[in-house]
């Protein structure tokens, strides 16, 4: 597995946890929601995301968009 694809599974899975979050415990998890939302949409025109950071440091190959 790439980082790529690293990081639509953690993408995903964050979003999947906020969700359930806001349903079950607090309707304000909403805003946790939002910021995975922002955070995704401004590595795609920045190239820069926090998480790549860590999946490198973990020893997850690189792929095509974070290299």
């Given amino acids: 597995m790439n980082i790529d694809r690293a990081l639509l599974v953690f993408a995903g899975v964050m979003v999947l946890v906020s969700l359930v979050l806001t349903t079950q415990v607090n309707e304000n998890f ?19 995301c926090p998480a790549v950071i860590v999946f490198k440091k973990l020893g997850v190959k690189s792929g095509s968009a974070f290299k």
């Fill in 30 to 48: 909403i805003w946790f929601t939002a910021f995975i939302a922002v955070n995704m949409m401004q590595a795609s025109f920045t190239g820069f």
